[in-house]
Nanobody
Framework: QVSLVESGGGSVQAGGSLRLSCAVT????????WGWYRQAPGQGRSLVPI????????YDDDSVKGRFTISRDKAKNMLYLQMNSLKPEDTAMYHC???????????????WGQGTQVTVSS
């Protein structure tokens, strides 16, 4: 059984930074991709468009490029999301996820965490 537990959320002002952590336990596979989903109040869950794959880091769009960085410490079985220059529209519950990629892009989530809240005030 794979378990993902997030931490590091909080409340910051616009322009601030937060580092989210995700502790992973259980058996994982080298071909899994790693990412973060976020769900803003009243909205559906969406993939943060930065994904850690076995081939490197990929971006689905430019909305977080230059602001967010994703990293994975395999020795500690941790996943991180460094978020800089935060904007009010980044406010959401953030969930880390282990997933499957196809063709180098995120295809589906296999395991989720419970989430950590990020609130950015203007």
């Amino acid at each position: 059984q794979v378990s993902l537990v997030e931490s590091g959320g909080g409340s910051v002002q616009a322009g601030g930074s937060l580092r989210l952590s995700c502790a992973v336990t259980g058996r994982t596979y080298s071909n899994w991709c790693w990412g973060w989903y976020r769900q803003a109040p009243g909205q559906g869950r969406s993939l943060v468009p930065i994904v850690y794959t076995s081939a490197g880091i990929t971006y689905d769009d430019d909305s977080v490029k230059g602001r967010f960085t994703i990293s994975r410490d395999k020795a500690k079985n941790m996943l991180y999301l460094q978020m800089n220059s935060l904007k009010p529209e980044d406010t959401a519950m953030y969930h880390c996820a282990a997933g499957e990629c196809r063709g180098g892009t995120w295809w589906r989530a296999l395991h989720w965490g419970q989430g950590t809240q990020v609130t950015v005030s203007s």
